[in-house]
């Protein structure tokens, strides 16, 4: 699967099929990287597409030295399976509330 960022648009996107998968995020002034959306389309649901998605920005951020605000639910989720990601997130943030806690 390739995931392609384009940084100008504030997206990861994988070309599929039946349309794109995306994940779109938007720059905060303090400088987390606030992952609002991933769409996968209904038909390459449940093959991984939207964890590589999100793995890809979280690692992108990582790298980056940036913390990530998880607005989208499916973050939070994501991140919960794989705990090794956590430290990445904005502390205090409470993905049962999609806010900070």
């Not at 769409?39 to 920005?57: I, K, T």
């Not at 990530?68 to 994501?78: N, Q």
């Amino acid at each position: 699967m390739e995931i392609e960022h384009l940084p100008a648009h504030h997206r990861f996107v994988v070309r599929l099929p039946g349309g794109d998968a995306v994940l779109a995020y938007r720059d905060t002034a303090a400088g987390p990287m606030d992952i609002r959306k991933v769409y996968v389309p209904e038909s390459a649901r449940g093959q991984g597409v939207g964890g590589a998605l999100v793995e890809a920005a979280l690692v992108h951020a990582r790298a980056a030295g940036r913390r990530v605000i998880p607005t989208c639910w499916y973050v939070g989720t994501w991140v919960d399976q794989h705990p090794e990601f956590r430290e990445i997130l904005v502390a205090g943030w409470s993905r049962a509330s999609g806010e900070p806690g």
